[in-house]
């Protein structure tokens, strides 16, 4: 959880700078479920990916 949460922070910044950077720097309206979108999303998909690597890795131990 740890790891996908840094994944998220970093990516999630990256993709509000890309997307609405614009829109802060000029003091216009933010769309704030935007904003929450691309935290969580990249945090599915790294605690997704995360856990079938786990799974993969247990499957190929036993």
Known sequence: MINAFRVSLVVGILLNAIN??????NGLDIIWGQVV???????????????MNDIESRNNDG
């Open 37 to 51: 979108l691309n935290f969580v999303v990249p945090y599915c998909v790294a605690s997704y990916s995360a856990a």
């Open 20 to 25: 609405q950077g614009t829109q802060f720097i």
